[in-house]
């Protein structure tokens, strides 16, 4: 089986590197400790579902963002997204999704996925969009510096 390669690689790791390498190897060691585990106990897509809820609850859109896309590619379905969109509601309050959530990159993006299912386009070509308007390039998503 091969291993699953998410999109969106780690890249606001190198921002440290600009501030002091020695943090910067603590980072990245704390990142492979967290999610490049050989025998994690909850599997990668869950880890993206929790991060992308927790995300949600700190209010870092721009990473929701990310973790919906990798969640996503790694399995997630549209009827689990609608769920958790649900409990968005349910939890952040219906004023605060309205003003904060929907008409955010977030709630494009998880938009995007349910049309584009709809029309039967196959998840890696979803996947790519997604990564064409919700990656690096857009300033609302992306992490480089």
């Not at 379905?77 to 955010?104: C, H, K, M, R």
Request: charged share 20%; net charge positive.
């Amino acid at each position: 089986m091969k291993k699953f390669s998410p999109p969106l690689r780690p890249l606001a790791l190198i921002n440290f590197k600009n501030i002091d390498s020695a943090l910067s190897h603590i980072v990245a060691n704390f990142w492979k400790l967290v999610w490049g585990s050989n025998n994690p106990a909850i599997d990668q897509r869950t880890k993206y579902l929790l991060s992308l809820s927790n995300t949600v609850g700190a209010g870092r859109i721009r990473q929701a963002t990310r973790e919906l896309i990798k969640a996503y590619a790694a399995g997630t379905t549209v009827s689990e997204l609608d769920e958790l969109f649900t409990l968005f509601v349910w939890n952040q309050g219906a004023g605060y999704f309205a003003s904060e959530i929907g008409p955010s990159p977030l709630f494009a993006a998880y938009q995007s996925i349910k049309s584009q299912e709809n029309t039967s386009l196959p998840k890696e070509e979803v996947v790519k969009s997604l990564l064409r308007d919700f990656g690096e390039d857009n300033p609302d998503c992306g992490v480089r510096s």
